[in-house]
């Protein structure tokens, strides 16, 4: 299918991307994603194939545990969430996993893409999913910062701080794409975004 029809097609039923609104669930802020590739950069070995996808206002957040809402959505769309904590203030990536990062509380603003990478502000109720190989850290975020981690089934994270080995370039080229989006389940941007590349 055309990829202008494939969009028409999204667009009559309420979805779009590239500059697209979308809603994460019934009750939901409405989303804006925003996706971008990162290509290998100095040591860090990016994803060339796979974007980056920002869920901006994904999900409302409030309450006295605003991260069970993002642990909720991330389990009901088949990403079980493993940790709740920041992001590390050091360069990394992860060979064993995809992974999925919820805003639960507070404020950051993340390098993407290993040293002289993309900077990206991020607050409450944003979410980022990053293709494994995908360099983050944290370059500064206020008292309140708090994220839900998550992952497909079978994939967990390891942390990596220097260039890629060859089992890790060859997990990294093998690592299989998940069945669902983590916001948005079968109709996300992981369904049809990471097939089609």
Not at 15 to 28: D, E, N, Q, T, W
Not at 50 to 78: H, K, M, T, W
Not at 178 to 186: E, N, Q, R
Request: aromatic share 10%; glycine share 14%; proline share 8%.
């Amino acid at each position: 299918m055309e990829r202008r029809l494939f969009n028409s097609l999204l667009a009559g039923l309420g979805l779009a991307f590239g500059g697209r609104a979308v809603r994460a669930r019934a009750g939901s802020m409405t989303a804006h994603i925003e996706s971008f590739l990162l290509r290998e950069n100095d040591w860090v070995p990016n994803n060339a194939r796979l974007p980056v996808i920002l869920y901006r206002n994904a999900l409302a957040v409030g309450g006295d545990d605003p991260a069970s809402g993002f642990e909720e959505l991330f389990v009901r769309n088949g990403w079980p969430p493993q940790w709740r904590n920041g992001v590390y203030p050091f360069h990394h990536y992860h060979t064993r996993g995809h992974e999925v990062l919820g805003f639960a509380a507070g404020s950051a603003r993340l390098m993407l893409g290993g040293p002289g990478g993309r900077t990206v502000d991020v607050k409450a109720g944003d979410i980022v999913l990053l293709p494994a190989g995908t360099g983050h850290m944290n370059l500064g975020a206020d008292a309140a910062f708090e994220v839900v981690g998550a992952y497909p089934p079978g994939q967990a994270f390891d942390i990596v701080r220097q260039a890629p080995d060859a089992g890790q370039r060859s997990r990294l080229l093998k690592l299989p794409f998940p069945a669902t989006d983590p916001v948005l389940g079968l109709r996300g941007p992981v369904t049809k975004e990471w097939h089609i590349l």
